[in-house]
């Protein structure tokens, strides 16, 4: 028997593998095996089994098996293959990207002692000697303890040298990375289980009573295990303000006795549903009418406006198929949204409630695995990532705020996007899909108009309360004398200091992160741009650096200019770092804080600041696009967003969408409570379109015209586009590359080819970036068709020397 076995690497295709008979008993399909390729140890997923041998080859036995039950199930094996099939990437590349760390093993280097070498080290010198005495003695060694015999990490020279004199060879272990959390609980020895015996130790054990403080920590157990179902050493030791020396006494005397076990790292709450609220009229037509089209179609849209009350609807929801026995995914966009909706889940749904993102280590990961494929977690709320967890009952997965980007995966493969993943994981298990959001994007928009999904619409706000009303600021007028913008008008000030004296609280938006975006010479104009990519840096002041954005790369402040000599410089715009500063020079009283990636580093971060906003120990919050995305503040009156420009002026045709979704999703902070909040827009092309549907929060009529304009030049929903990198170190090169990809590609697609072009930023990490778009109707033999002649002209360009090189990396509709 033969297996297609799936391990963690970008292969063309997976690879057979022969199943010896003395493993196949047992053995299923989603089991991981122990697989060897290039001398090296993989833990590979058997995808099928088949039944007769390639012809081109002999298949290599597989090492051993490594679970006794599948790891995953025929629903992930099928997610993964059509990601990899759609998305343009290899299984083993979303193998990589699904499983912790923990279940992909890792494989350590083994020395292992020849023993036809004998025992005479003459030969070898005083290092070789070092290890060879090791070998002899222990007949295997790691690597990591050679290292550390030789207390020194260049261990490889020596190593080559002892089989280069056939002292030892190199053998690879797959090796278990994951460890249980142990923890240590305290018990009465059962001598004592009596109160008769306890009572006659307390009173009549001589010993015991001169030993006091032992008599305390006996005391302070004996109390705890009244109020606590167990009783930990740490928690025991921490209550009597005992030693462990103490404690080790009275074990010592056979009175406590100690047990060590392994618990979960992410504490469990007690399993209950309780809902505790009430539907509006309004969401009670919205959570019918979801349930009616969930009749006939797999895909429903919510559009609600913001704070008209979706999260509760979908508490319903969740509340609906939890009773049914089913699993619920629960997608959010963004870590920052988390931890606001997982309060609220956890007050209605307790311990059936999980969590599940990249701020959580490999071991927690590991743990809500497993917890997801038992079946033991029914509810799981995550970032993209979490369509991966190998659900066994999926019922429901809830798409939040679907409109948002960061559900689609950019570096590395698989580039996936989750709200389209999940709707073809869902119809694995026969589930729903509930999309929601308050600006909706214009494929789903489209789609649910046209019949494909159904449309559930939520037009008033929660309590009846009014939407927020939003004025512009023309800030042509109040241009500084270097021409610079300014970063408060005098309107948006007084509107601040009136939100203040008011004891409410003001978030101001800024989508660009650090404290100046760019410097530049005084002189001769020159701009300090990062050594690795084509774009300048950014200055933070708090960290004193320049910082590139894109590759990380970090440099000390420039003070003198490379061009000319000079040292003078202007610092040009404004990011977050610098608005806070700003504010805290403006008003010295109010309590400020900044929400971007800067600030916000750690696991419970975004959750911390967010609890002191929510219970106004802030007064005003500074932030990039983490502000705008679904958060729920009670006392926020004012919201300012304080350059639009910024987000109208770019060379996409999504542009648009994006600018409208931003503005009207951060000016939703406003007024949730008694509606009575104001939004003030900063910006100089005040008579931009986009501008009059977010002032009358239209997003009908946005649609209206957007959709127009997109049928016109042929760009999603009419058409599917495919956008094809190419990257290089050497320029020239990679301009060539793209010039003969194109001219291949011509032959069958011209019309839709749009490129080779350079991107806005034409090299980031040191490699030359050159694009190619391409432009296909909606037709799936067509996109497929397209798909293989670019695997092709892939294969082929790889295959000349000149450019075998050069990354080609095809992005499947891209954002």
């Known amino acids: 028997m033969y297996a297609e076995i799936i391990i963690p690497l970008a292969l063309p295709k997976n690879y057979t593998w022969f199943i010896p008979e003395n493993l196949r008993a047992g053995l299923q399909p989603g089991c991981r095996v122990e697989v060897t390729l290039r001398n090296k140890k993989y833990a590979g997923i058997v995808k099928r089994f088949l039944q007769e041998k390639p012809d081109a080859f002999d298949p290599k036995p597989i090492g051993s098996v490594l679970d006794a039950e599948p790891l995953i199930y025929p629903e992930q094996l099928r997610l993964w293959e059509w990601i990899a099939a759609y998305y343009m990437c290899s299984e083993g590349e979303v193998m990589a990207a699904s499983l912790p760390a923990h279940f992909k093993l890792s494989s350590e280097s083994i020395l292992v002692y020849q023993e036809t070498y004998g025992d005479d080290f003459s030969s070898l010198d005083n290092e070789e000697y070092l290890i060879a005495e090791a070998l002899l003695i222990k007949k295997e060694l790691r690597l990591s303890a050679a290292q550390e015999l030789l207390g020194s990490s260049a261990v490889y020279p020596v190593v080559k040298r002892l089989i280069e004199k056939s002292v030892c060879f190199v053998w690879e272990a797959l090796t278990e990375s994951y460890k249980p959390r142990k923890e240590t609980y305290i018990l009465l020895h059962s001598d004592y289980a009596q109160e008769e015996k306890l009572e006659q130790l307390l009173n009549e054990d001589k010993k015991l009573q001169r030993a006091e403080k032992q008599v305390e920590l006996l005391l302070s157990y004996l109390h705890l295990q009244k109020t606590e179902p167990e009783v930990t050493r740490t928690a025991l030791l921490k209550k009597s303000g005992a030693s462990d020396a103490q404690l080790k006494g009275l074990m010592a005397k056979n009175i406590l006795v100690a047990e060590q076990r392994s618990v979960d790292r992410l504490r469990p709450l007690p399993k209950n549903i309780r809902i505790d609220f009430s539907l509006s009229w309004e969401q009670e037509r919205v959570f019918s009418s979801i349930n009616e089209n969930f009749e006939t179609k797999g895909v429903n849209l919510l559009h609600g406006i913001t704070s008209s009350g979706k999260t509760q609807v979908y508490i319903r929801m969740i509340e609906k198929f939890l009773l049914e026995n089913k699993q619920v995914l629960y997608l959010v966009p963004e870590i920052a949204l988390t931890s606001q909706i997982v309060r609220k889940l956890q007050q209605h749904f307790g311990g059936y409630l999980g969590i599940y993102h990249s701020r959580f280590s490999q071991n927690e990961r590991f743990e809500i695995w ?34 948002d980007t960061s559900y689609k995966q950019q570096d590395p493969a698989p580039r996936y996007h989750a709200r389209d993943t999940a709707i073809f994981y869902a119809s694995l298990f026969k ?51 270097d021409g610079s913008k300014l970063i408060f008008s005098p309107d948006l000030l007084e509107a601040i200091q009136r939100s203040l004296d008011n004891h409410n609280q003001v978030i101001l938006f800024r989508n660009r992160r650090g404290y100046s975006p760019y ?147 951060v000016s939703g902070r406003a007024g949730r409570k008694d509606g009575k909040g104001k939004v003030l827009i900063q910006v100089a092309n005040t008579k931009h379109p986009v501008l009059q549907y977010v002032i009358a929060h239209d997003y009908k009529s946005f649609y209206d015209q957007e959709i127009i304009a997109r049928k016109n030049f042929f760009y999603p929903p009419f058409s599917r586009i495919i956008q094809i990198s190419f990257r290089h170190k050497i320029k020239e090169i990679v301009h060539d590359a793209a010039a003969v990809f194109a001219l291949h590609l011509k032959k069958d697609f011209e019309s839709g080819i749009t490129g080779p072009a350079e991107p806005v930023v034409g090299r980031i990490r040191n490699q030359y970036i050159m694009e190619l778009m391409l432009k296909l109707p909606k037709n799936g033999s067509t996109i497929a068709y397209a798909k293989q002649v670019i695997q092709q002209q892939r294969a082929i360009l790889q295959n000349d020397s000149k450019f075998r090189s050069v990354t080609v990396v095809p992005d499947i509709d891209p954002v």
């Open 370 to 403: 497993n917890k997801v494929r038992s079946g033991e977690i029914r509810i799981l709320m995550g970032a993209r990532s979490s369509l991966f967890l190998p659900f066994t009952s999926l019922g429901l997965i809830i798409v939040d705020e679907e409109h």
């Open 431 to 481: 589930a729903k899909v509930l999309l929601g959001s308050a600006t909706p994007s214009v494929e789903s928009y489209f789609n649910a108009l046209s019949g494909k999904y159904g449309l559930t619409e939520l037009a008033e706000r929660y309590g009846q309360v009014d939407l927020p009303v939003i004025s512009l600021i023309d800030t042509k007028r109040f241009l500084q004398q």
């Open 519 to 665: 410097q530049i010479c005084k002189v001769c104009g020159w701009i300090p741009q990062c050594k690795q990519c084509d774009v300048s840096l950014t200055y933070h002041k708090l960290t004193n650096k320049l910082q590139c954005h894109y590759c990380g790369s970090s440099y000390p402040p420039v003070n003198t200019c490379a061009a000319c000599g000079n040292q003078q410089f202007i610092q040009r715009n404004f990011g977050t770092e610098k608005i806070e500063e700003e504010l805290e020079n403006l008003f010295p009283k109010a309590r400020i804080a900044r929400m971007d990636v800067d600030s916000v580093r750690g696991k419970s971060a975004h959750d911390q600041l967010i609890r002191s906003f929510e219970q106004q120990k802030l007064d005003i919050l500074v932030g990039t696009q983490m502000v705008v995305k679904g958060l729920d503040f009670d006392r926020v009156d004012l919201v300012g967003i304080l350059d639009a420009d910024s987000l109208l002026n770019f060379s996409e045709f999504r542009v648009n969408e994006r600018a409208f979704q931003l503005m009207e999703q």
